[in-house]
């Protein structure tokens, strides 16, 4: 059996916080984002990096929680992991990991288990950064625009070109932090992170490009939000798939006007191989679209004349067979047309019940608009129609 070189890093993962802002019921880092707390999701970014010792810094009273996180997370490489419990501070459970650290380690990292979704290549990012002088963070340029503040009133702009924001891990080499943290003692300061910390010792700190998925848990939003990136990757939950359809058709043809599944007597009809109802089609098209299943010319074209005429009860109904038989199931239908003619609002809770009705439940609107005179709907020549369809897979 092969003996595993001592690494020469070091992740110190503070998780102490007592998340107070998130208000749920428990120290933030056990708190679930889905099956699995926040310090499970961040421990698995960690062990997915390069190996590296890993010191988890635990609230007073859930070391033994904080033990199972690490060792679920760590499987194989359980040896590289150990448990500290932290301070009534940050810098005081920093400090509680720095006190653990192997001899061998030249690198600290000092990672936030809050930002639970920080990609492993970021954090072996930021161990590559790191060099014999300086620390490095990772950091996001700032978007939004920043004013001063007196009270309510604003006071002037700030240059926001000069400013980033900070993530972690913030990676330093371990003499000069563990230096840095000696004299933080000594003085009774206290930073609010170790970047700013190492500099007030008179180090230089480097950035480089952040995650934006290293974003902090700190609020119930910030919750869901990473609730919502993990959605997809849920066993069993399926991923809806998305389709757009569109259909156009002139007026012209014989009869009386079919559209969004409804007779309109006294209105110019629209020429087209069934009935010419432009929002049907596009409906049609959509869904299909969304199960990969081809398009309306495929299933109902020239080449199908058992069409020939039909309504859009039928072209509907035979596509949510379609899809049923595909492992599909219908989630909603959104479709707007542009013309000038046949005037809608009366008519849409009964169209959209029709075209519902057809789609065995499943729930369909329809808007209309005209073009302002622009374009062949807006001097009357057609119909144009877009449409939206979202179905979902089978498990």
Do not use: C
């Not at 432009?278 to 299943?293: E, F, K, Q, S």
Request: net charge negative.
């Amino acid at each position: 059996m092969s003996i595993l070189p001592v690494p020469d890093t070091a992740i110190i993962v503070v998780a102490a916080g007592s998340g107070t802002r998130l208000d749920a019921g428990a120290p933030k880092a056990f708190v679930g984002i889905d099956a699995r707390p926040i310090l499970r999701h961040a421990l698995d970014g960690v062990f997915a990096a390069r190996p590296a010792q890993v010191i988890v810094v635990a609230p007073a009273g859930h070391e033994g929680d904080a033990e199972t996180e690490l060792r679920a997370a760590a499987g194989e490489r359980a040896d590289l992991g150990r448990v500290v419990t932290g301070g009534l501070t940050r810098q005081q459970s920093v400090a509680a990991g720095l006190a653990a650290l192997w001899g061998d380690v030249t690198t600290v990292l000092v990672h936030d288990a809050a930002r639970a979704l920080t990609p492993p290549a970021l954090i072996d990012a930021v161990a590559d950064a790191v060099t014999g002088d300086a620390g490095v963070i990772p950091a996001l340029p700032v978007v939004d625009t920043l004013k001063r503040i007196d009270g309510g009133a604003v006071t002037g702009a700030v240059d926001r070109s000069e400013l980033a924001a900070a993530q972690t891990p913030q990676g330093f080499p371990r003499a000069l932090l563990e230096s840095a943290y000696a004299e933080a003692l000594a003085s009774g300061s206290e930073y609010t992170d170790d970047a700013a910390l190492f500099a007030a010792a008179g180090h230089p700190v480097r950035r480089i490009d952040g995650s934006e998925r290293g974003f902090k848990i700190t609020t119930p939003a910030d919750l869901e939000r990473a609730r919502q990136l993990l959605a997809p990757a849920r066993v069993g939950v399926p991923i809806p798939r998305v389709g757009i359809g569109t259909d156009v058709h002139a007026f012209g043809g014989e009869g009386t006007l079919w559209l969004a599944g409804l007779e309109w007597p006294g209105e110019h009809p629209l020429s087209g191989h069934s009935d010419g109802d432009a929002v049907a089609h596009a409906i049609v098209d959509a869904l299909l679209g969304a199960a990969g299943l081809g398009d309306i010319g495929e299933h109902f074209g020239t080449a199908h004349p058992e069409y020939a005429g039909a309504h859009a009860e039928v072209f509907l109904a035979r596509t949510r067979e379609l899809l049923a038989e595909a492992g599909f199931t219908i989630g909603n239908v959104s479709a707007q047309f542009q013309a000038n003619r046949p005037r809608f609002s009366a008519r849409r809770a009964e169209a959209e019940r029709v075209l519902s009705a057809a789609l065995g439940g499943a729930p369909v609107s329809v808007t209309a608009t005209t073009t302002d005179g622009l374009g062949f709907p807006g001097r009357g020549e057609g119909v144009s129609v877009t449409a939206v369809a979202i179905v979902i897979p089978a498990t």
